[in-house]
């Protein structure tokens, strides 16, 4: 029976798309979605996600609705659909109304295969309503990581698509993302409201990277080598900073030693951004320094190297942003320019922008004194809350039952709320829990600057992958250091569930020579000396 499908999707691939082969996860996920499973597939850029959906709509009867965040991105996967599966429209800011109520008309008659759709769009009432005429059979969440709050790239946007889902009859529901550490994993399934999920995960191992990490404790000292380093290495390449002050004032010192750099940043106007984006693509820009702005949705080949002059506020960031490099499987080179110092900033990022009690009893309040449901952009000029904010804590108000979010994004109260007091007791501890989580992840990645263990298994295992053997290619294992860090002692298994006396439970990510690393559901990653947690009989196994 497996072997029967197995032949048919292979035929499905070769008929639609023309591959000989499907690539690992490709075939796993189109079978569980073929199987009308609610399906989360994890799988590194590059490695076809867009097949999935397109060959799983190719068998499934009805129309498909992709969420996508970008208009580029959009864009590219609407001209990458063979017209052999079906028609594709998209409907964005920058559609006019006419064409917009053309392509519902078409919708609404059967006469598109695959829509496109930011989730953005949902702001306007009829969008729903426009969906709801003909129901899609499959819903497509791309760059599905966006929806976590725990997540490198958080769009309150998404938190509604669940409720979207559920308005247009719970479709078969697609998740895709290329990194998502398992506390994202389990927000996505979460908030998604997926039922039955199947967890895909495949392909985290990128083994033409050679990852390296050069150590500075002087700023002017580190400038001065990371031209030289740049001057030295094969071009184009991607350079990550954390300010846009920095973007600027590196690309203009890279110019000035003789590189064509571009800089990339949000402040820049869309124009700009778009010009330097397209400079670095046709490779008349050999390096563009950039904030994490640029990078979802880009799909350059040949990038040679992404080196950090800041380090990543977090592992699921890092992997992310050096998975642009050696896309075309040729060697790439991956540094990070670790200056203790640049963590006192991102530890700054990381605790700004706390909630207060009042605010949240405030906008509850608010909600609960409107006659009609109301739209966060209303309330946003009722009280002193940036819109993130609003967005981020109606959700979370919502998972507690003090409020309900419609399909069209306003809300309303709900009856039976519980205690306001109480439940902001709660969104405050949720955000205390985040903070913590985020402060350990910047502490995770602060880790990985400073182990001697094999780079690459570490990354693995931050990811959930019990790897143990060393890569060979990192700068750990190429001086000899990783071979020298393994440890005897593991009386646990990795990704085995423990628990701590004061911390609650945890899962075991990996072992550094005498410690272990657990993420704990509470406070996040810690690491601690394994023979003293021993002895103190701190840890135990749950169950």
């Avoid at 979207?164 to 998502?180: D, K, N, Q, R, S």
Wanted: glycine residues 6%; negative net charge.
């Amino acid at each position: 029976m497996l072997r029967k499908k197995t032949v048919s999707i292979q035929q499905l691939a070769q008929d639609y798309l023309g591959y000989d082969d499907l690539r690992p996860g490709q075939e796993a996920a189109i079978a569980s979605v073929l199987e009308h499973r609610d399906t989360l597939a994890i799988m590194p850029t590059g490695s076809g996600k867009s097949a999935i959906y397109q060959l799983t709509a190719a068998r499934i009867p009805g129309s498909t609705i992709v969420i996508s965040p970008l208009l580029a991105l959009q864009k590219d996967q609407v001209e990458s659909i063979s017209t052999e599966v079906g028609r594709a429209a998209v409907i964005n800011s920058t559609i006019s109304a006419s064409d917009r109520a053309t392509i519902f008309d078409q919708w609404r008659n059967g006469k598109i295969e695959f829509l496109f759709l930011a989730p953005e769009q949902f702001n306007n009432a009829d969008t729903i309503e426009h969906l709801q005429a003909a129901p899609p059979s499959l819903f497509v969440i791309d760059e599905a990581h966006c929806i976590s709050e725990w997540g490198h790239s958080f769009r309150p946007d998404y938190l509604r698509l669940g409720t979207v889902i559920e308005a247009l009859g719970h479709p078969t529901t697609l998740a895709l993302t290329a990194t998502a550490s398992p506390p994202v994993r389990e927000e996505i399934i979460q908030r998604l409201g997926m039922q039955n999920p199947r967890l895909i995960v495949r392909g985290f191992d990128r083994p033409n990277l050679r990852l390296a990490v050069e150590n500075y404790d002087d700023e002017a000292e580190k400038r001065k080598i990371f031209i030289k380093r740049i001057q030295q290495l094969t071009k184009p390449g991607i350079v990550y900073v954390a300010t846009r002050k920095v973007t600027e004032s590196l690309a203009e010192a890279l110019n000035e030693a003789g590189i064509k750099a571009i800089p990339y940043h949000a402040g820049l106007k869309t124009k700009e951004r778009e010009q330097a984006q397209n400079a670095f693509m046709s490779d008349e820009a050999e390096v563009i320094v950039a904030t994490t702005a640029f990078g979802m949705g880009v799909d350059k080949p040949n990038v040679r190297f992404v080196l950090h002059y800041n380090i990543s506020d977090s592992i699921d960031s890092y992997y992310q942003e050096i998975g642009r490099a050696g896309r075309d499987g040729d060697p790439a080179n991956i540094i990070l320019f670790y200056t203790p110092d640049d963590l006192n900033l991102r530890k700054f990022f990381a605790g700004g922008g706390k909630l207060e009690k009042e605010k949240v009893i405030e906008l509850a309040q608010q909600v609960q004194q409107q006659s009609e449901p109301v739209h966060p952009k209303t309330l946003k000029s009722l009280i002193e809350l940036s819109g993130t904010k609003i967005k981020t804590t109606l959700s979370h108000l919502e998972l507690l039952g003090v409020i309900e979010e419609l399909p069209t994004g306003e809300v309303v109260a709900k009856f039976d709320a519980p205690d306001l007091e109480q439940a902001a007791e709660e969104v405050l501890h949720a955000q205390e829990r985040k903070i913590k989580v985020e402060r350990s992840r910047l502490e995770m990645m602060r880790n990985y600057a400073e182990v001697l263990d094999c780079r690459r298994k570490y990354l693995l295992n931050y990811f959930g992958d019990p790897r143990e053997e060393l890569c060979g290619n990192c700068d750990n294992c190429a001086c000899g250091a990783a071979s020298q860090q393994d440890t005897h002692r593991k009386p646990y298994q990795l990704n085995s569930r423990i628990v701590h006396k004061s911390w609650g439970e945890g899962i075991v990510m990996r072992y550094e020579a005498d410690k272990i690393v657990i993420l704990f559901d509470e406070v996040g990653y810690k690491t601690i000396s394994l023979e003293a947690a021993l002895l103190r009989g701190l840890l135990h196994r749950v169950g």
